[in-house]
């Protein structure tokens, strides 16, 4: 049996209403929200917080995997007495809302998944991942400061903030958090098992998650809708925020 070791999220809350829960993808933290939070608070009661070593959360000392992030997700609704929430994650933010959706369906009444994808990582993304470890571990944090805002998306206008969020990371908290995607489970089985209403959120130039695994997401999850984010890449919230914040009020609409 796993035994889990919960960390507690530093976190901040804003607006009032229903719960909705945004977990950040990799190497970044909650500040990727904050082009949101103009159109979602004077409707929901909005939770940004940080996963485990990243921005302000502790480390904890293990790798991340998507089950132990889930884990400290449920440690802090339990804080906040949310007994169910909407929850949408961006890119490795939906691993661990897929994970959590696996473990605790009952504590969700809706499911937005953004920028993300449900298969596992490809051989040749596994290695890779692996090779980002070495290069940490040899210059920290720099290369991915300096690479990783054109990876993830085309709109230059937002390189300073980007590169800003990831210098501000823990090289440890990345390390940790690459093997845990690296290990995580192909989550495709549990898809036909989600009963909440999911909004799948897609940047129409995302060169990250392949267009034909958001279509697989769609196939086999039962409630759902995808929109598409024109000229939109892997950071859709910030990239077309309007657009994003209308596909999760609308998710609000219709929870469960």
């Not at 945004?22 to 082009?35: E, K, M, Q, T, V």
């Not at 290990?183 to 089985?189: K, N, V, W």
């Not at 909004?199 to 129409?204: H, L």
Request: proline letters at 8%; hydrophobic letters at 40%.
């Amino acid at each position: 049996m796993t035994t889990f070791h919960p960390v507690e999220l530093d976190f901040e809350e804003s607006g009032q209403g229903y719960p909705l829960v945004l977990l950040h993808g990799f190497p970044l933290n909650r500040a990727i929200w904050y082009p949101l939070l103009p159109f979602l608070t004077p409707h929901l009661r909005v939770i940004l917080p940080d996963m485990r070593g990243f921005g302000k959360s502790p480390l904890g000392n293990e790798p991340s995997t998507m089950r132990l992030m889930a884990e400290d997700l449920c440690v802090l609704l339990d804080k906040l007495k949310i007994e169910k929430c909407l929850l949408a994650g961006h890119s490795m933010g939906g691993y661990i809302s897929l994970a959590f959706a696996n473990s605790y369906p009952h504590k969700l009444s809706g499911l937005g998944l953004i920028a993300t994808q449900a298969a596992n990582d490809t051989p040749e993304k596994h290695q890779a991942r692996f090779k980002t470890i070495e290069s940490i571990k040899k210059h920290g944090t720099k290369t991915l400061v300096k690479d990783m805002p054109a990876i993830l998306t085309n709109h230059t206008d937002l390189y300073p903030t980007i590169a800003a969020i990831i210098a501000d990371s823990n090289a440890e908290g990345l390390m940790n958090a690459l093997k845990g995607m690296a290990e995580r489970p192909d989550f495709t089985e549990v898809l036909p098992n989600i009963s909440a209403p999911t909004v799948i959120i897609a940047g129409e130039e995302d060169t990250i998650v392949p267009r034909e695994r958001v279509d697989m997401m769609a196939r086999l999850i039962g409630r759902n809708w995808v929109v598409e984010v024109p000229g939109g890449c892997h950071m859709p919230m910030m990239e077309a925020p309007e657009i994003v914040a209308k596909g999760l009020l609308d998710l609000a609409q219709i929870r469960k």
